[in-house]
């Protein structure tokens, strides 16, 4: 399954980064802009899968970004859930009419947005029909945000979902450090190689209830792998 990208146009920092962690632990990629502008750069640089658009943005609002790409043909088909502080029924059909796909009013609840975003997504033939990823008996559960073994919920904190997220996805691979650190913490935050082998290490120590600890395996001098085959010496 490759990453749903989501596109975040939120003029406000708290409200854009809290929105940006939310989707990441909720399995999905991330990129963020502050303004109609930016937001329209990055699109033409790389289609997102969806755009969650903030309805008050300094200079061009989002209603008219979204009344924009809905013109274009290129990017009509993205589906747009506009997100607003304003409650009013007036609102929410002037958001609808202008063609954006939902409408979600802050404050909102994390789980009923990621709820909303994979509904969207689905109608648009865009969503993951099974938003759970399966190898062997472990089950991630991305609406949820749950990792279980037969059924057993595993303790795993955010940063280790999203790890199991992407050595679920990437089996029998290779990941260097760096590339781990790239892939799930993202490009954009600085942390040290290190921080990876602690997290593994806690990972492989909750696996290892279930006697899984061989599924993360050691590639001596160059990083990591998860493999359900035996760690070859
Ligand atoms: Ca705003």
Redesign the pocket.
């Known amino acids: 399954m490759s990453e749903l990208k989501i596109l975040v146009v939120?003029?406000?920092d708290a409200i854009r980064e809290m929105l940006a962690m939310l989707l990441k632990k909720a399995g999905l990629s991330v990129q963020c802009a502050g303004d109609a502008e930016v937001a329209l750069r990055m699109i033409n640089e790389q289609l997102p899968d969806l755009i969650l658009l903030?309805?008050?943005?300094p200079g061009i609002s989002g209603v008219e970004l979204a009344k924009r790409l809905k013109k274009h043909e290129h990017y009509a088909h993205i589906p747009i859930i506009l997100l607003t502080a304003r409650g009013e029924e007036e609102d929410k059909v002037r958001g609808l009419e202008i063609g954006a796909d939902d409408y979600v009013t802050k404050p909102f609840s994390p789980k009923e947005l990621i709820a909303r975003i994979h509904a969207v997504l689905r109608r648009s033939g865009k969503g993951t029909d099974q938003p759970k990823i399966i190898v062997g008996n472990l089950v991630l559960d991305l609406e949820q945000h749950r990792l279980t073994v037969s059924g057993l919920e595993l303790d795993v904190s955010p940063t280790e979902f999203r790890l199991m997220h992407f050595f679920m996805t990437h089996i029998d691979k290779v990941y260097s450090r760096t590339q781990l650190l790239d892939q799930v913490w993202g490009r954009s935050v600085y942390i040290e190689e290190r921080t990876v082998d602690v997290h593994i290490r806690r990972l492989r120590k909750v696996l290892a209830e279930y006697g899984l600890e061989d599924l993360v395996q050691t590639v001596r001098g160059f990083g990591y792998r998860f493999s359900l085959e035996e760690p070859k010496l």
């Open positions: 939120e003029d406000e903030d309805w008050m943005l």
